[in-house]
């Protein structure tokens, strides 16, 4: 383990729920001293997280997730060191959040029609105002006896054997990329998002390859020739053999390794900030990659 994460969700993320003096409590209270807020397609937490973590003593990295996709797979790219003051980002944000608001009676729909019958109006109270994402779904079905009889939702609900972390285990059985209620969304081509966060002066890279790519982990060498600069390695996904394969390619063609816990808060109860699966066999080439990023930031 390390004492980086580069890879933590904010309130500004839709799908998350701690605000950033919570996350720097929680990176003081693992021991974490440098880390990265990584949103989903915004970084409206990067003027407030800067000072913060100078403040606290923490070295922070500016970052973003971007939703993107290649060849018909939903992809996530970590962009790290961005311009964060570019109005390509707030165009961004607001082009996605569009796209997802607009989506919305269509996830409803797919849903209905998988089974599981849920108040429109009553999920967008719950997000009073933010993006009404999946696991917000998730949230107000389970949360509410109302929908309880439907023996779809057992296995959420606490004892069931998908109770363990419902809301995200919810939306990965229902709103992934393959399932009944998924919405597909015209994100950007991943080269764009490669174009956008090289034009803004970032890094790219590819965020839990293993996890978008699962049984075509070997597509991550076409997104490498298309100019993703670095690999998260290490994350809360990847199992010890997709470990070992990227962290052989990060090492055999010289790229970042990176390290991320995709903390979230209640929507992914089972992962904290600072906790990850690691293989110290590679510790010396991680740590080395964590201290490029790290001086790279003290000299912006």
Same mark, same amino acid.
Not at 132 to 137: H, K, L, R, T
Not at 139 to 145: A, D, F, K, R
């Given at each position: 383990?390390?004492?980086?994460?580069l890879?933590?969700?904010?309130?500004?993320?839709?799908?998350?729920?701690?605000?950033?003096?919570?996350?720097?409590?929680?990176?003081?209270?693992?021991?974490i001293?440098?880390?990265?807020?990584?949103?989903?397609?915004?970084?409206?937490?990067?003027?407030?997280?800067?000072?913060?973590?100078?403040?606290?003593?923490?070295?922070?990295?500016?970052?973003?997730?971007?939703?993107?996709?290649?060849?018909?797979?939903?992809?996530?790219?970590?962009?790290?060191?961005?311009?964060?003051?570019?109005n390509?980002?707030?165009?961004?944000?607001?082009?996605?959040?569009?796209?997802?608001?607009?989506?919305?009676?269509?996830?409803?729909?797919?849903?209905d029609?998988?089974g599981?019958?849920?108040?429109?109006?009553?999920?967008?109270?719950?997000?009073?105002?933010?993006l009404?994402?999946?696991?917000?779904?998730a949230?107000?079905?389970?949360?509410?006896?109302a929908?309880h009889?439907?023996?779809?939702?057992q296995?959420?609900?606490?004892?069931?054997i998908?109770?363990?972390?419902?809301?995200? *285990?919810? !939306?990965? /059985?229902?709103?992934?990329?393959?399932?009944? &209620?998924?919405?597909? %969304? $015209?994100?950007?081509?991943?080269?764009?998002?490669?174009?956008?966060?090289?034009?803004?002066?970032?890094?790219?890279?590819?965020?839990?390859?293993g996890?978008?790519?699962?049984?075509?982990?070997?597509?991550?060498?076409?997104?490498?020739?298309?100019?993703?600069?670095?690999?998260?390695?290490? *994350?809360? !996904?990847? /199992?010890?053999?997709?470990?070992?394969?990227? &962290?052989?390619?990060? %090492? $055999?063609?010289s790229?970042l390794?990176?390290?991320?816990?995709?903390?979230?808060?209640?929507?992914?109860?089972?992962?904290?900030?600072?906790?990850?699966r690691?293989?110290?066999?590679?510790?010396?080439?991680?740590?080395?990659?964590?201290?490029?990023?790290?001086?790279r930031?003290?000299?912006?």
């Open positions: 383990m390390t004492n980086a994460d890879h933590v969700h904010s309130n500004y993320s839709s799908d998350a729920d701690f605000g950033v003096q919570e996350l720097i409590g929680r990176c003081r209270k693992h021991n001293t440098i880390f990265s807020i990584t949103d989903h397609n915004s970084i409206s937490a990067t003027k407030e997280a800067i000072p913060a973590c100078l403040e606290a003593g923490i070295d922070f990295i500016p970052g973003i997730e971007i939703d993107c996709s290649y060849k018909g797979i939903d992809l996530h790219l970590l962009g790290y060191h961005i311009n964060w003051r570019s390509d980002f707030t165009a961004l944000e607001h082009s996605v959040h569009k796209r997802i608001t607009d989506s919305f009676p269509e996830m409803i729909g797919n849903l029609k998988a599981i019958k849920v108040d429109e109006k009553e999920v967008l109270k719950r997000a009073n105002g933010a009404p994402c999946a696991e917000m779904i949230e107000v079905l389970i949360t509410n006896p929908y009889f439907n023996p779809k939702l296995p959420y609900l606490k004892g069931g998908r109770s363990d972390a419902p809301y995200i *285990n919810f !939306y990965l /059985d229902f709103f992934a990329q393959g399932k009944p &209620a998924y919405v597909k %969304l $015209k994100h950007m081509d991943f080269s764009e998002a490669i174009e956008l966060v090289k034009s803004n002066q970032g890094i790219p890279v590819i965020a839990h390859p996890l978008n790519l699962k049984g075509q982990e070997a597509l991550v060498n076409e997104l490498l020739a298309k100019g993703a600069e670095g690999l998260e390695v290490f *994350n809360n !996904y990847h /199992d010890a053999d997709q470990i070992d394969f990227f &962290a052989t390619l990060a %090492l $055999k063609k790229i390794m990176t390290c991320g816990s995709d903390f979230h808060g209640k929507n992914k109860p089972l992962i904290d900030i600072g906790q990850y690691f293989n110290k066999t590679y510790s010396d080439y991680l740590s080395k990659s964590i201290k490029q990023l790290a001086i930031s003290k000299q912006k």
